[in-house]
């Protein structure tokens, strides 16, 4: 396990789990800064980035995301990238990205849209997203 600053977009299975520990405070989310990774297989990456946002914000947290979804999805290395919001708690959403390998993760660390997004959404949420980034070695489709 390592410590991250905060976001990068977003969250994870199978592996090298890594968590968001920072103690940054609310509203000074730093998504833009990537999490370091140290491992350089070639597996498939799974990043899974829980955020809350302020209850009243939700509707520009969701405008602000359509960006980083879109740009994200189109980027060759990028499997998917999804948003769900917590049926339960609207303030609650979970990035769900996936992968082709750690390559492909760090392209997306060093891209503008995900550089931006951070500062974008810094007033929006209550303090620094969960992530949890990890490798599929070995993936069972039943």
Do not use: R, W
Not at 72 to 81: D, I, L, P, T, V
Request: glycine share 4%.
């Amino acid at each position: 396990m390592m410590k991250l600053k905060t976001l990068a977009v977003l969250l994870i299975f199978a592996g090298t789990l890594t968590n968001c520990t920072s103690k940054k405070p609310a509203g000074n989310a730093n998504i833009s800064d990537p999490p370091k990774q140290t491992t350089s297989m070639d597996y498939k990456m799974m990043i899974v980035a829980k955020l809350s946002v302020k209850p009243e914000k939700t509707k520009d947290f969701i405008e602000a995301a359509k960006e980083i979804i879109e740009k994200s999805n189109k980027e060759a290395g990028c499997s998917f990238y999804q948003l769900y919001q917590d049926p339960y708690d609207n303030s609650k959403f979970v990035f769900v990205e996936e992968y082709k390998n750690q390559a492909a993760v760090d392209f997306h660390f060093a891209t503008d849209h995900f550089k931006a997004f951070g500062p974008k959404i810094g007033d929006l949420v209550l303090g620094p997203p969960e992530i949890k980034i990890v490798s599929v070695a070995n993936e069972v489709t039943k």
